[in-house]
């Protein structure tokens, strides 16, 4: 059964960093792209960062520019988020979502993606 694992969310103080983790179960995540998203209570589901099958192409929203990475490790068959600099307005639900068709360009609508895990909670507050 595919699945998606999210992990490695929490409380964190402002100015502070994250690293989110998202584990594939019964498909290869290496052959997919990839996507995070979050959503705070009360606001939509927003992209947040996306990553290529093949890993060379990422994209990523404006508000997490330059603090924000998306990865693959695919020994682990893994697509990790380390967040750094973290922003009260950061808090949410993380998830990751994957797009399964095969060499699909990137986009941040969540409505390429065919696959969701369950959510991470991030909290950044002092």
């Known amino acids: 059964q595919l699945q998606l694992v999210e992990s490695g969310g929490g409380l964190v103080q402002p100015g502070g960093s994250l690293r989110l983790s998202c584990a594939g179960s019964g498909l290869t995540l290496d052959n997919y792209a990839i996507a995070w998203f979050r959503q705070a209570p009360g606001k939509e589901r927003e992209f947040v960062a996306a990553i290529s099958w093949s890993g060379g192409s990422t994209l990523y929203a404006d508000s997490v520019k330059g603090r924000f990475t998306i990865s693959r490790d695919n020994s682990k068959n893994m697509v990790i988020l380390q967040m750094n600099s973290l922003k009260p307005e950061d808090t949410a639900d993380y998830y990751c979502?994957?797009?399964?068709?095969?060499?699909?360009?990137?986009?941040?609508?969540?409505?390429?993606?065919?696959?969701w895990g369950q959510g991470t909670q991030v909290t950044v507050s002092s």
């Open positions: 979502a994957l797009d399964k068709a095969y060499g699909a360009t990137l986009t941040a609508s969540p409505n390429e993606y065919d696959y």
